[in-house]
């Protein structure tokens, strides 16, 4: 199972730092992404890391802002996300994936429960 927290409600230009917690299986073994779903709107990519962390992955409108890592010990992915803007307002889920493109949301296996973003003008 997979579960995000961190969310909250910000200003643009302010930050927050999701974190998203595995329990149960073999979290170490699994690429992983978080993915967003803004207001009437569907799904969409955000960043992806592979299993060992050393290989990561980001749309176009969060690079140079958002930052995906994980720490296997702790069985965590996070997601640090700086300067942020009321665009970036949206659920966001961490998920797995098995095999496929990170950027393909359909291409996740395993979601985990969501956590609001908001971030006000």
């Known amino acids: 199972q997979l579960q995000a927290s961190g969310g909250g409600l910000v200003q643009a230009g302010d930050s927050l730092r999701l974190s998203c917690a595995a329990s149960g299986g073999s979290f170490s073994r699994y690429d992983l992404g978080w993915l967003r779903q803004a207001p009437g709107k569907e799904d969409k990519f955000v960043a992806a890391?592979?299993?060992?962390?050393?290989?990561?992955h980001y749309t176009d409108s969060v690079k140079g802002r958002f930052t995906i890592s994980r720490d296997n010990a702790k069985n965590t992915v996070y997601l640090q996300m700086n300067s942020l803007k009321p665009e970036d307002t949206a659920v966001y889920y961490c998920?797995?994936?098995?095999?496929?493109?990170?950027?393909?949301?359909?291409?996740?296996?395993?979601w985990g429960q969501g956590t609001q973003v908001t971030v006000s003008s």
């Open positions: 998920a797995a994936i098995t095999k496929g493109s990170y950027s393909t949301v359909q291409d996740y296996d395993y």
């Open positions: 890391i592979n299993w060992s962390g050393d290989t990561t």
